[in-house]
């Protein structure tokens, strides 16, 4: 059964009767009492509520907070405490504690059927990061100007061994910002898969080209050559593979076809930041390769993104595209008719910490991902992320394809999980199937991304999971399934 949180943690004053109507509804047989601020203050249960009924002559209209009948020293656990902990709980007959952080304020609670809750990822920011932002703050230097934003344009190109690297406000922009860098626009068409999320095909939209969607290759979710083969045609400006879910493309044949055939190859690496292809790093192939900082991401500047091109031209192109196109010699003079896409210097900042930390993440997401692998290895229900002995995953967020699912039950399973308190997510949907791209499919029916779309689903793959919630994590998908059976 779903808890709803607003019938397990109340406020006082309360009716007492309201308090009964409230502990029979969330089933527990207890609730929680908090202050305005969600500070733990008590717990009233079932057995209390009879106590009182047994000793007092007359019920209490109102449970107030100087009241002596209700508990003011609940069992309770901080948010970040082990598994183990709160199983020890249940084993004695505890049915629900809350989860607190250093101030006493409710921030999450346990059942035995949900433990806690387990968002599908989250962003590991530590005191540099702190430190540099405040840094921008005390010295004034917060927009787009700043010793921060060169110094992560340099660190990341140094970091991938090459390149020309530009920061941009989002991974969405560094596409656009690349293509058009590139010259690539109206009427110019770009292949791009049609398994993919949305900013993929939305750039291509945004600089004016014409998306041509083609299926994806079985072995790697990524674009199949032989479909990328059959697209191009006297209009076809550049291909658009997409790592997908920190996946390699096969870019050494990509790159072949595109010099076979006068083309521009524009990398999505969004979700690939540290992946390999062939043992180097994914992102120094195409002429401009993208990623996105979004929160999600290997390293984080909240939002945020970087587009690297090969050329040292086209990258001070694309620099003064990103000021609105103005002149970085005659202001407010314009060169181009540009766009707004500069990165701040508070989220460059938070990137220059984060990019020092990069292979502790890589490693982290590897534990996480490895451990994810051996709790579903042998289960026959479950195919696992693509793997090969040329590439390396970048190991961004843990999906598995629910091989004998539809879409409708794939999306029952997912609610179930919710319930359990894990944030497990649906596979990106294929494009040609939403109402905006549908004129771009050419009637294809795309068989492998329409497989992938409706089978996936993503679980919790944040860097600081423990094995003993990947574990808890894991069998609750395994006995889940069991029931969809």
């Known amino acids: 059964m779903k808890i709803n949180i607003d019938n397990l943690f109340v406020e006082l004053p309360i009716d007492f009767k309201e308090a009964l109507k409230t502990i029979e509804i969330n089933g527990l047989g207890i609730i929680f009492f908090i202050d305005s601020n969600k500070k733990l203050i008590g717990s009233f249960s079932d057995g209390d509520s009879r106590r009182v ?21 609940p069992h309770y656990l901080p ?126 939209i945004h600089v004016g080209a014409i998306p041509v969607l083609v299926d994806v290759d079985p072995e790697t979710w990524t674009l199949s050559l032989k479909a990328i083969e059959a697209a191009i045609n006297k209009n076809t400006k550049a291909i658009m593979p997409v790592h997908l879910y920190g996946q390699s493309a096969h870019i050494d044949e990509i790159n072949k076809i595109a010099k076979n055939n006068n083309l521009h190859i524009v990398e999505d690496c969004a979700e690939a930041l540290g992946g390999t292809y062939k043992k180097r790093l994914i992102g120094r192939d195409g002429d401009a390769t993208c990623f996105s900082f979004f929160a999600n991401k290997l390293i984080t500047t909240g939002e945020g993104g970087m587009v690297v091109f090969k050329d040292k031209k086209t990258a001070d192109k694309a620099k003064i595209m990103r000021d609105h196109g103005m002149s970085p010699q005659k202001k407010y003079w314009h060169e181009f008719a540009g766009v707004n896409f500069r990165m701040t210097n508070m989220q460059a900042s938070i990137g220059v910490a984060q990019l020092k930390k990069i292979n502790n993440f890589l490693l982290k997401r590897k534990n996480v991902f490895q451990r994810y692998d051996k709790n579903f290895k042998s289960n026959s229900q479950l195919l696992l992320l693509p793997k090969n002995s040329w590439s390396e995953n970048s190991y961004w967020l843990y999906t598995l394809v629910v091989s004998e699912f539809t879409e409708k039950k794939r999306d029952k399973l997912l609610k179930a999980l919710s319930d359990r308190g894990i944030d497990a997510r649906p596979g990106f949907y294929p494009l040609h199937k939403m ?24 679980l919790p793959s944040s860097p600081g999971l423990t094995f003993d919630e990947i574990d808890h994590i894991a069998q609750i998908v395994i006995n889940e399934l069991e029931r969809f059976k």
Request: glycine share 8%; charged share 20%.
């Open 53 to 73: 009924i047994l000793k007092e002559t007359s019920l209490p209209k109102m449970i107030e907070k100087n009241s002596d009948f209700y508990n003011k020293k």
């Open 79 to 204: 948010f970040d405490c082990q598994i183990s902990e709160i199983w020890t709980l249940f084993h004695h007959n505890i049915k629900c504690v809350p989860l607190v952080d250093n101030d006493m304020n409710v921030v999450d609670f346990s059942t035995s059927s949900r433990v806690r809750k387990f968002p599908i990822l989250q962003p590991d920011i530590g005191d540099e990061e702190i430190n540099n932002l405040l840094e921008c703050a005390n010295t004034g230097w917060i927009s787009s100007q700043g010793r921060f934003i060169k110094e992560f344009e340099v660190g990341f190109s140094g970091y991938l061994n090459g390149g020309h690297a530009v920061a941009v406000s989002s991974g969405t922009a560094a596409l656009q910002l690349g293509m058009l860098a590139l010259d690539i626009g109206a009427n110019d068409e770009v292949i791009v898969p049609n398994f993919t999320f949305g900013a993929s095909i939305n750039a291509i």
């Open 435 to 458: 109402p905006p791209y549908q004129k771009y499919s050419n009637g294809s029916d795309y068989p492998i991304s329409s497989f992938l779309g409706t089978s996936t689903i993503n």
